[in-house]
Structure formats: C-alpha cells, structure tokens
Nanobody, 124 residues
Framework: EVQLVESGGGLVQAGESLRLSCAAS????????IAWFRQVPGKEREGVSC????????YYSESVEGRFTISSDSAKNTVYLQMDSLKPDDTGVYYC?????????????????WGRGTQVTVSS
C-alpha cells in the first residue's frame, strides 16, 4: 500500500522559512515522481512543485519559482520542500502525492493517495 505522510508545517511570519517533509512507503521510491500540492478552502488544489526521483528533474509553479526548493533523499524515501521568503498567499494545507509525470515545464496528473496534509499559515 502506497503511503505518503506530510510534516513540517506551522505558523510563520511573512519572509520566514519552513521545510516540509514527505515520507513515502509502499512504492519504489527511485522510480517515482512526487509532487507537492496545496489547497486553500474554496479553491482548487494547486500543483506547486514536483521532482522525478531518478534524475532529479523538477518543476515549480510560477507562484513559488525562486522561493521554493524541492529535493529528495533516497536513503530516507523522503521528499522535502524548502520554502523561503514565505508570503501570506502561501497559506494552505500542503499535500504530497505521486504524479504520472514531472518535467521542468509540466506537473503531471496526481495519482494519489492523498495524505492528511500539513497546514502552513503565513501571517503578514
């Protein structure tokens, strides 16, 4: 059974940083592409970033390009999202899941399953 567990969220002020973690199990990690999505109540879930574990190819949405950095650690089956220069608009619940494809200009369809997510709140 594929399972992804998010952690690392919290309450920070604008301009500060957070690092989210996504611990994966039940899959062949090095053959996977894993993405971060975020959701704000009343809005659709937004794809933020993804990484193809085998070659490190990655994608960022325009809203986070230059501020967020995605990385992976195959020894720990974990994907990280380093979030710097946080803005109030980054507030939301962040989820990680596997995706069909991940290229530098394309974040593929999420495959699921979805975890509980981790709440990120950025105050102004």
């Amino acid at each position: 059974e594929v399972q992804l567990v998010e952690s690392g969220g919290g309450l920070v002020q604008a301009g500060e940083s957070l690092r989210l973690s996504c611990a994966a199990s039940g899959l062949i990690f090095d053959h996977s592409a894993i993405a971060w999505f975020r959701q704000v109540p009343g809005k659709e879930r937004e794809g933020v970033s993804c990484i193809k574990i085998s070659d490190g190819n990655h994608y960022y949405s325009e809203s986070v390009e230059g501020r967020f950095t995605i990385s992976s650690d195959s020894a720990k089956n974990t994907v990280y999202l380093q979030m710097d220069s946080l803005k109030p608009d980054d507030t939301g619940v962040y989820y990680c899941t596997t995706v069909m494809f991940c290229f530098s200009d394309y974040l593929g369809r999420p495959e699921g399953p979805w975890g509980r997510g981790t709440q990120v709140t950025v105050s102004s």
